[in-house]
């Protein structure tokens, strides 16, 4: 039997060799055009609270490795957000704003704005960003080396223009 999947940042390819013409670019469509049928056929088959839970799961395993394979972890933390705001600007992700930083209780208030999953997608009534406070966790996670939870309190799919998480580390 095959054995299960593991992500390796490797297996992201070598896009200078098999994109000579168009690179490390695509459309922010097309990104939204994978999540949203991904979205769509996931809740089909396990309903929307599982694929919420799926999203984060995700989201976590890639806030992760970015954090990993891109960032500097040894920076000191005031260092370290500003390396992560770059970064979240060069990749195009979104532009990373801390509105309350607790280092003490680990307790943070952030906002993306131009977030590349909902920034301008029309009304939902919720926070569609579970993707996101999966990365965000991962992120804070990799880098503090505990458990941290991201929840989604603002999202343009509820009239917000801009997204806003709250950002806290689990209890131990
Ligand atoms: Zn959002």
């Known amino acids: 039997m095959a054995q299960p999947y593991r992500f390796n940042w490797n297996d992201l390819g070598d896009l200078t060799e098999g994109r000579p013409h168009l690179g490390n670019s695509t459309s922010?469509?097309?990104?939204?055009?994978?999540?949203?049928?991904?979205?769509?056929?996931?809740?089909?088959?396990?309903?929307?609270?599982?694929?919420?839970?799926?999203?984060?799961?995700a989201g976590l395993l890639a806030g992760r490795e970015f954090c990993r394979n891109l960032l500097d972890t040894g920076l000191p933390p005031m260092d370290f957000i500003a390396a992560l705001q770059q970064r979240l600007i060069d990749?195009?992700?979104?532009?990373?704003?801390?509105?309350?930083t607790d280092l003490e209780r680990l307790h943070f208030v952030l906002t993306v704005d131009e977030d590349l999953d909902c920034s301008g997608l029309p009304l939902m009534g919720e926070t569609v960003c579970d993707y996101d406070e999966g990365f965000i966790a991962g992120v804070f996670e990799q880098y503090l080396g505990r458990p941290f939870e991201a929840v989604e309190i603002d999202c343009w799919a509820t009239g917000g223009r801009t997204c806003r998480f709250e950002v806290r580390a689990m209890p131990l």
Do not use: D
Request: contains cysteine.
């Open 91 to 100: 990749e195009g992700i979104g532009i990373l704003r801390f509105e309350q």
């Open 28 to 57: 922010v469509q097309s990104y939204r055009l994978m999540q949203f049928t991904f979205k769509q056929v996931l809740c089909e088959r396990f309903g929307r609270e599982q694929t919420a839970e799926l999203f984060r799961a």
